[in-house]
């Protein structure tokens, strides 16, 4: 299971982003991501190993980004792959069979082709112009995450992502998407956690209800 809120760290500095996953875990967050980038590799081994040290402490999903081979040495729950990382495929080979793999799309092609490669989750985005990622794709917005959604047709769970605030989960969730991966809403205010997660089970509590009548 794939769990429907997912943190992408966010900070000014290796140490920022530690100290926001360890807040992002104690408000209750069931995925990390951590996002560090632009560090060398041996700096990123240490910080993930911390990273995992503090999610462990909380039983949280840790998820590594783009580093499979770092993801498999400090035995993160898996690695995030953008579009120019190694082949889902290649990357399969070399982790352990229980780390899960999330991948990055932006079109249904993207889709199509990560489905095939047997990735755990995709993250499609962006929802909406962000200032958080680097060299964005077109913007989906709902109309697009709602196409590419009926066109898949997929038991794989997709993730929306990119600019995503508690105003637009409902919405986000009628298109068919499954989940939410947020940064910026969350680093502003952990306290939002809280609202991610009970607006992300709500849809599911109503969808039981309505079966049982």
């Known amino acids: 299971m794939i769990p429907k809120l997912h943190y992408i760290s966010q900070g000014n500095s290796p140490k920022e982003h530690l100290e ?3 807040k992002a875990c104690t408000s209750g967050v069931e995925l ?6 632009n560090v060398s590799e041996k700096e990123l081994l240490k910080l993930a190993k911390e990273a995992r040290e503090i999610t462990s402490h909380y039983q949280t999903r840790l998820i590594i980004n783009d ?6 040495e400090v035995k993160a729950d898996g690695v995030h792959l953008e579009k120019t990382d190694p082949c889902p495929t290649k990357v399969r080979a070399h982790l352990y069979t229980w780390q899960i793999i999330g991948a990055t ?4 092609q993207d889709c199509e082709i990560l489905i095939d490669k047997e990735v755990d989750y995709i993250c499609l985005s962006p929802f909406r112009f962000t200032t958080a990622e680097d060299n964005l794709s077109p913007v989906l917005g709902l109309s697009g995450y709602t196409a590419v959604t009926e066109a898949l047709k997929t038991e794989t769970p997709i993730i929306g992502c990119g600019g995503i605030t508690t105003e637009d989960v409902k919405d986000i969730l ?9 940064s910026e809403e969350i680093t502003q205010n952990f306290d939002t ?3 991610f997660n009970l607006l992300l ?5 109503e969808e039981k209800r309505h079966s049982f009548k």
């Open 193 to 195: 956690i809280k609202t």
């Open 201 to 205: 089970n709500a849809s599911l509590t």
């Open 174 to 182: 009628e298109t068919g998407i499954s989940g939410i991966a947020i």
């Open 32 to 37: 990390v991501q951590l996002g560090l980038k």
């Open 20 to 22: 926001n996953i360890q």
């Open 105 to 108: 799309a932006n079109t249904l």
């Open 67 to 72: 580093h499979y081979k770092i993801a498999k």
